[in-house]
């Protein structure tokens, strides 16, 4: 069984976080995990502010845009927080939607040569390596930190393409994978990333006594997804093809999320245990995120 955790989505306001950690660690949760999407709330602030009011919860952030920063600066803010919550941070870094990125001046020629010159230059410098570096991207002369962790935090790369997971076969600690990552997805995507390590999924959680309703409460999230054309690996994989226009049906269902009744969740997880997910992160549809990780934790955990 893969380890569990629970997603604090980036639309929340970050004034709810404080209550949302403390359940999540109550409610036995291994890990939470944060977004930096544009243009909300701070990855590495919220990250470090969820670190601060726990005690034992991991926290991820992810994705960080791979050229927002530069690395020796982002590296230095992640060492300080791991030197300050050994063993309970987790990062990811992508190259960042494009339409964001374009917008503020930050869309690199090739995103990932990018995505590999800076996860790389990071993991790096966080293993106290002195750096000096001509690349594309990258430009460092002699850098090394001077506080480096003595225990670096895992780096990963969430991307779903061939090419990105390549990447983090070369680069990174290991993979994340956004919603709609069913197990088929997480076989081929691990066969893709061969060297990497972990692979963490987020997968949407919708959990109720009436399976059948549980599932029909996803279906317009999953159906704004399978039509955006934003995952053509995951949609094929799901069964659904490449433009995501097959039939979103209970078997689909089934297959992209933890959805239904709790046993339903329960063989959801361990199915993508059995795919090789080192870790679920939990996305539960709004309004009630609360409720719905109440629910897990009382009906669907006891069953894991």
């Known amino acids: 069984m893969p380890a569990i955790g629970v997603l604090f989505r980036p639309d929340r306001l970050p004034e709810d976080l404080p ?8 409610d036995g949760f291994d890990e939470l995990w944060l977004v930096e999407d544009c243009f909300l709330a701070g990855g590495l602030t919220m990250a470090a502010s969820a670190l601060a009011m726990t005690e034992r919860i991991a926290v991820g952030v992810g994705l960080l845009p791979a ?28 190259h960042g939607v494009d339409r964001w990125m374009r917008q503020i001046g930050a869309r690199p020629p090739d995103r990932l040569v990018a ?31 001077e506080q480096p962790p003595p ?6 790369i969430g991307s779903t393409g061939p090419r990105g997971l390549a990447v983090a076969g070369r680069a990174a600690d290991g993979v994340l994978l956004p919603e709609g990552a069913g197990p088929a997805a997480v076989r081929w995507a691990r ?26 409460a996803l279906r317009p999230q999953a159906e704004r997804w399978a039509a955006s054309g934003g995952y053509p690996r995951l949609t094929a994989h799901a069964g659904l093809g490449a433009d995501g226009s097959g039939p979103l049906d209970d078997r689909a269902l089934r297959e992209i ?18 795919a090789g997910a080192g870790t679920v992160i939990l996305d539960p549809l ?10 897990f934790a009382a009906d669907v955990r006891p069953r894991l």
């Not at 050229?67 to 992508?94: D, K, S, T, W, Y």
């Not at 225990?151 to 990963?156: E, F, I, K, S």
């Not at 990497?196 to 399976?211: E, F, I």
């Not at 999320?257 to 059995?274: Q, S, Y």
């Open 19 to 26: 209550q949302a950690a403390r359940a999540a660690e109550r």
């Open 67 to 94: 050229l927002v920063r530069n690395p020796a600066i982002v590296a230095m803010e992640i060492a300080a927080l791991a030197r300050l919550h050994p063993g309970r941070l987790r990062v990811a870094f992508g």
């Open 257 to 274: 999320a933890v959805a239904g009744d709790p046993e339903d969740c329960a063989r959801a997880l361990a199915a993508l245990g059995h």
């Open 151 to 156: 225990q670096p935090p895992p780096v990963l």
């Open 191 to 216: 066969e893709q990333a061969a060297g990497a390590g972990t692979l963490a999924v987020y997968t949407w959680l919708s959990v109720g006594p009436d399976g059948a309703a549980a599932r029909a």
């Open 115 to 145: 995505l590999e010159e800076v996860v790389g230059a990071v993991r790096g410098l966080l293993a106290g390596d002195e750096l000096t570096l001509e690349g594309r991207h990258v430009r460092l002369d002699a850098v090394r930190l």
């Open 286 to 295: 709004p309004p009630d995120y609360a409720g719905q990780l109440a629910r």
